[in-house]
């Protein structure tokens, strides 16, 4: 924990978007899309601070952008969004949309392995700019942007940066369970508070996405603040010079987080951030 060091002061602070910026819709699988003033005011002041600000999260970029026009920080082309998409496997900056680095991998096995347990699953690869390839239509707001019906073999049937593999019909434990079950070592995954399957490549993650933002930046892991909530934040809470989980995270989460601030609906980021930047 980075944070114990007499005078010590975030140079950049990583925020997950769903569960942390944006609080869940109860008992739906999609957020309020509202920044709550609280939370808005604190990112700011620490940006005024100096801090560089940094969107990280498992949403395709299309669906960051627009979470980052709800910040208002990008005034000019200095002040560009520095952005972590995909659970790592995309960094861009925004405005506009403007790749920095992309890893892709061979989806296919990993994806025909989960579809014989859960033959009825969703399938998602986004289609950027537009929205997802999809096997069937996913619930209403799950996805950003548009579906487009397309056969599972043509969603995967070239590199990607990432899959969504979801069953409405499942709970988030069979996801755990069968994932360790199909020994998914060649590829990465995350499973999300619902029957979610994000798989990414290997060694992709948040952390590894930040790595490469902070090493454009000049900065060391020691100088990161990471706030978080989910199972795809473990790697970026453990990396960050201080990682802390939101009060809502289950217990594998904030195991892995230096501290726990209040609950999204407390608005947690705003008192982790009012520590540091009051």
């Known amino acids: ?8 002061q975030p140079r950049l602070v990583a925020l997950d978007i769903d569960g942390t910026l944006l609080a869940w819709v109860d008992g739906e699988g999609q957020t309020y899309e509202e920044i709550r003033p609280a939370v808005y005011a604190a990112i700011h002041r620490a940006a005024t601070a100096g801090a560089r600000v940094v969107l990280s999260s ?3 970029p299309h669906g960051m952008t627009r979470i980052a026009d709800m910040l208002d920080m990008h005034d ?16 861009l900056r925004y405005p506009p949309v403007d790749v920095i680095h992309e890893e892709t991998f061979d989806a ?3 994806v025909k392995a989960v579809l014989e347990h859960h033959p009825s699953a969703l399938v998602a690869v986004e289609e950027r700019g537009i929205g997802y390839r999809v096997n069937r239509h ?20 070239e590199p990607v940066s990432r899959v969504i593999i ?7 434990d069979d996801f755990v369970d069968l994932a360790a079950k199909l020994g998914l070592h060649s590829i ?6 619902t029957a979610w399957l ?24 020691a100088d990161v603040l990471a706030i978080g909530d989910g199972r795809n934040d473990i790697e970026m809470l453990e990396w960050a010079g201080r990682g802390v989980a939101m009060g809502q995270a289950i217990e594998e989460v904030r195991a892995a987080a230096d501290d726990v601030t209040g609950t999204v609906h407390e608005d947690g980021v705003a008192q982790e951030l009012s520590r540091w930047f009051p």
Not at 76 to 91: C, K, M, Q, T, Y
Not at 200 to 206: A, D, E, F, L, N
């Open 1 to 8: 924990m980075t944070a114990d060091v007499a005078g010590w």
């Open 58 to 60: 498992g949403r395709s």
């Open 76 to 91: 000019g082309d200095d002040e560009r969004l520095w952005i972590v998409a995909s659970n790592g496997a995309v960094v």
């Open 108 to 110: 296919a096995p990993a």
């Open 138 to 157: 996913f619930p209403d707001g799950e996805l950003t942007g548009e579906m487009i019906i397309t056969d599972v073999d043509d969603i995967v049937g």
């Open 166 to 172: 979801r069953d409405p019909e499942a709970t988030a």
């Open 188 to 193: 990465g995954y995350v499973v999300g508070w």
């Open 198 to 221: 994000d798989l990414t490549p290997k060694g992709v993650h948040k952390a590894s996405g930040l790595q490469r933002v902070a090493d454009e930046l000049g900065l060391e892991s």
